[in-house]
Protein backbone atom coordinates (compact mmCIF):
# COMPACT_ATOMS: atom_id res chain seq x y z
CA UNK A 1 0.00 0.00 0.00
CA UNK A 2 0.63 3.74 -0.22
CA UNK A 3 4.72 3.73 1.84
CA UNK A 4 4.16 -0.08 2.21
CA UNK A 5 1.12 -0.29 4.21
CA UNK A 6 -1.93 -2.06 4.05
CA UNK A 7 -5.42 -1.54 3.17
CA UNK A 8 -6.41 -1.07 6.48
CA UNK A 9 -3.42 0.77 7.22
CA UNK A 10 -4.98 3.59 4.51
CA UNK A 11 -8.16 3.45 5.93
CA UNK A 12 -7.34 4.58 9.05
CA UNK A 13 -4.91 7.24 7.80
CA UNK A 14 -8.00 8.29 6.06
CA UNK A 15 -10.20 8.09 8.78
CA UNK A 16 -12.29 5.35 7.13
CA UNK A 17 -13.26 2.67 9.26
CA UNK A 18 -11.84 -0.88 8.20
CA UNK A 19 -15.23 -2.67 8.98
CA UNK A 20 -16.98 -0.41 6.30
CA UNK A 21 -14.22 -1.08 3.66
CA UNK A 22 -14.68 -4.79 4.74
CA UNK A 23 -18.61 -4.25 4.26
CA UNK A 24 -18.07 -2.40 0.92
CA UNK A 25 -16.26 -5.21 -0.17
CA UNK A 26 -18.22 -8.10 0.97
CA UNK A 27 -20.93 -6.73 -0.37
CA UNK A 28 -20.45 -6.20 -3.59
CA UNK A 29 -19.22 -9.81 -4.02
CA UNK A 30 -22.65 -10.74 -2.53
CA UNK A 31 -24.18 -8.75 -5.17
CA UNK A 32 -21.69 -9.90 -8.07
CA UNK A 33 -22.76 -13.76 -6.53
CA UNK A 34 -26.16 -13.15 -6.86
CA UNK A 35 -26.24 -11.58 -9.97
CA UNK A 36 -24.62 -14.88 -11.14
CA UNK A 37 -27.20 -16.86 -9.20
CA UNK A 38 -30.16 -15.09 -11.30
CA UNK A 39 -28.45 -15.34 -14.25
CA UNK A 40 -27.99 -18.99 -14.34
CA UNK A 41 -24.60 -19.12 -14.59
CA UNK A 42 -24.21 -20.76 -10.98
CA UNK A 43 -25.79 -23.21 -8.58
CA UNK A 44 -27.39 -22.09 -5.61
CA UNK A 45 -24.56 -24.64 -4.37
CA UNK A 46 -21.71 -23.32 -5.69
CA UNK A 47 -23.01 -19.33 -4.49
CA UNK A 48 -22.86 -20.67 -0.67
CA UNK A 49 -19.57 -21.91 -1.29
CA UNK A 50 -18.25 -18.46 -2.74
CA UNK A 51 -20.01 -16.72 0.33
CA UNK A 52 -19.45 -18.92 3.09
CA UNK A 53 -16.04 -17.67 4.20
CA UNK A 54 -16.28 -14.10 2.20
CA UNK A 55 -16.12 -11.97 5.45
CA UNK A 56 -13.11 -13.76 6.63
CA UNK A 57 -11.49 -13.60 3.52
CA UNK A 58 -11.98 -9.95 2.83
CA UNK A 59 -10.89 -9.54 6.12
CA UNK A 60 -7.25 -11.21 5.27
CA UNK A 61 -7.00 -9.24 2.00
CA UNK A 62 -8.00 -5.97 3.80
CA UNK A 63 -4.99 -6.62 6.88
CA UNK A 64 -2.90 -8.44 3.96
CA UNK A 65 -3.29 -12.00 5.40
CA UNK A 66 -2.11 -13.95 2.47
CA UNK A 67 -2.42 -18.04 2.88
CA UNK A 68 0.08 -18.49 -0.07
CA UNK A 69 -2.46 -19.31 -2.34
CA UNK A 70 -4.34 -16.46 -4.83
CA UNK A 71 -7.61 -15.77 -4.29
CA UNK A 72 -10.87 -16.47 -6.38
CA UNK A 73 -9.63 -14.54 -9.58
CA UNK A 74 -7.40 -12.02 -7.59
CA UNK A 75 -4.37 -10.50 -8.35
CA UNK A 76 -1.84 -7.93 -6.87
CA UNK A 77 -1.70 -9.09 -2.68
CA UNK A 78 -4.68 -10.91 -2.77
CA UNK A 79 -7.25 -8.84 -3.47
CA UNK A 80 -9.29 -8.98 -6.74
CA UNK A 81 -9.82 -6.98 -9.22
CA UNK A 82 -13.71 -5.74 -8.42
CA UNK A 83 -13.08 -5.57 -4.61
CA UNK A 84 -9.86 -3.64 -5.62
CA UNK A 85 -12.46 -0.48 -7.18
CA UNK A 86 -14.34 -0.95 -4.26
CA UNK A 87 -11.85 -0.81 -1.52
CA UNK A 88 -9.50 2.47 -3.86
CA UNK A 89 -13.52 3.73 -4.20
CA UNK A 90 -13.74 3.46 -0.10
CA UNK A 91 -10.21 5.25 0.31
CA UNK A 92 -10.67 8.25 -2.47
CA UNK A 93 -7.75 6.57 -4.39
CA UNK A 94 -7.85 5.47 -8.09
CA UNK A 95 -7.88 1.60 -8.69
CA UNK A 96 -4.21 2.26 -9.92
CA UNK A 97 -3.17 4.00 -6.95
CA UNK A 98 -4.08 1.36 -5.00
CA UNK A 99 -2.69 -1.20 -7.17
CA UNK A 100 0.64 0.44 -7.06
CA UNK A 101 0.64 1.10 -3.29
CA UNK A 102 -0.03 -2.75 -3.18
CA UNK A 103 2.78 -3.71 -5.46
CA UNK A 104 5.33 -1.70 -3.56
CA UNK A 105 4.26 -3.04 0.02
CA UNK A 106 4.78 -6.25 -1.64
CA UNK A 107 8.55 -4.96 -2.69
CA UNK A 108 9.12 -3.97 0.97
CA UNK A 109 8.06 -7.52 2.19
CA UNK A 110 10.10 -9.43 -0.25
CA UNK A 111 13.27 -7.58 0.74
CA UNK A 112 12.43 -8.11 4.75
CA UNK A 113 12.16 -11.09 3.77
CA UNK A 114 15.42 -11.70 1.55
CA UNK A 115 17.16 -10.41 4.64
CA UNK A 116 15.68 -13.30 7.19
CA UNK A 117 15.75 -16.00 4.53
CA UNK A 118 18.64 -15.33 2.21
CA UNK A 119 16.36 -16.40 -0.58
CA UNK A 120 13.24 -15.17 -2.64
CA UNK A 121 9.87 -16.18 -0.66
CA UNK A 122 7.55 -14.23 -2.20
CA UNK A 123 6.61 -14.91 -5.49
CA UNK A 124 4.39 -14.05 -8.71
CA UNK A 125 1.96 -16.07 -10.18
CA UNK A 126 0.81 -13.95 -13.01
CA UNK A 127 -3.06 -13.80 -13.19
CA UNK A 128 -3.65 -15.35 -9.53
CA UNK A 129 -1.61 -13.01 -7.57
CA UNK A 130 1.47 -14.15 -4.68
CA UNK A 131 2.42 -17.08 -3.06
CA UNK A 132 5.02 -18.36 -0.49
CA UNK A 133 7.54 -20.65 -1.18
CA UNK A 134 10.99 -21.05 -0.64
CA UNK A 135 12.04 -21.97 -4.30
CA UNK A 136 11.13 -20.86 -7.75
CA UNK A 137 8.62 -23.17 -9.80
Do not use: C, F
Not at 31 to 55: H, N, R, S, W
Not at 80 to 98: C, F, H, P
Request: overall charge neutral; aromatic content about 2%; cysteine-free.
Amino acid sequence: MQGGKTIAQVATDRGVAVDKVITAMVDDMKAKVAAALTAGTITQAKADEELADEPKETTDKVNNVNKGRGGKGSHGAGVESGQNAVAAKILSMTDAELKTALEVYIGYLRRKLEDVEGTRVIHTVRGVGYVLRENAP
